[in-house]
């Protein structure tokens, strides 16, 4: 291998000198964690997700009612040409302008909820995707690959890209980030 592509290699793959985050948003206040690898970069072999959390926020998820309060925390990047709506959950906005959310509360209720990630799954990929890891990984990627039975019930109902087939389990794909669309 040429001298210049192990250096490169090298540079990427490095563990980087950890980020301090605080956090100070409407559901939580004095959190801090840290970001210890580069942004969307060496994650486990066994979460592979086929959406970055901008492609997601672009295509409509959650109704437009996510994050909307902690944009601070993330790129800005990610919320350009977001689909987002700060009023309420409006399922219009979604990619198949169905609701396929449940509440926040019926995500308490199951203890799906883990403390450093009050609103779900989504902040917890979030804060993966950028960098931190937490032992909340285990669980929240075993969740992730579980919803993966959805794409084989796709695949064996609809017509492959049939858009208009299972729409509602379609966009509830896009809200783990599986790319429904191909499907």
Excluded at 20 to 26: K, P
Excluded at 39 to 51: K, N
Excluded at 115 to 139: H, K, L, N, V
Aim: with cysteine.
């Amino acid at each position: 291998m040429p001298h210049w592509r192990v250096r490169i290699l090298s540079i990427i793959y490095a563990e980087m000198k950890p980020v301090r985050l605080e956090v100070n948003d409407r559901m939580q206040k004095g959190y801090a964690y840290y970001r210890t690898k580069p942004i969307g970069r060496q994650f486990r072999h066994d979460f592979r997700p086929e959406l970055s959390p901008k492609q997601m926020l672009r295509l409509g998820v959650f109704g437009g009612k996510y994050l909307n309060d902690c944009r601070d925390e993330f790129p800005a990047t990610w919320f350009q040409n977001a689909k987002l709506c700060n009023q309420r959950h409006d399922p219009e906005l979604n990619f198949f302008k169905v609701n396929a959310s449940q509440p926040l509360s019926v995500w308490r209720k199951k203890k799906w909820i883990h403390p450093d990630d009050p609103r779900g799954w989504f902040q917890w990929y979030c804060r993966y995707y950028m960098g931190r890891r937490s032992a909340d990984d285990d669980r929240q990627i075993k969740r992730w690959r579980s919803v993966r039975r959805h794409v084989a019930q796709l695949k064996k109902h609809c017509a492959r890209r049939d858009l208009d087939c299972r729409r509602r389990q379609r966009q509830a794909l896009l809200h783990w980030a599986y790319d429904s669309r191909k499907i």
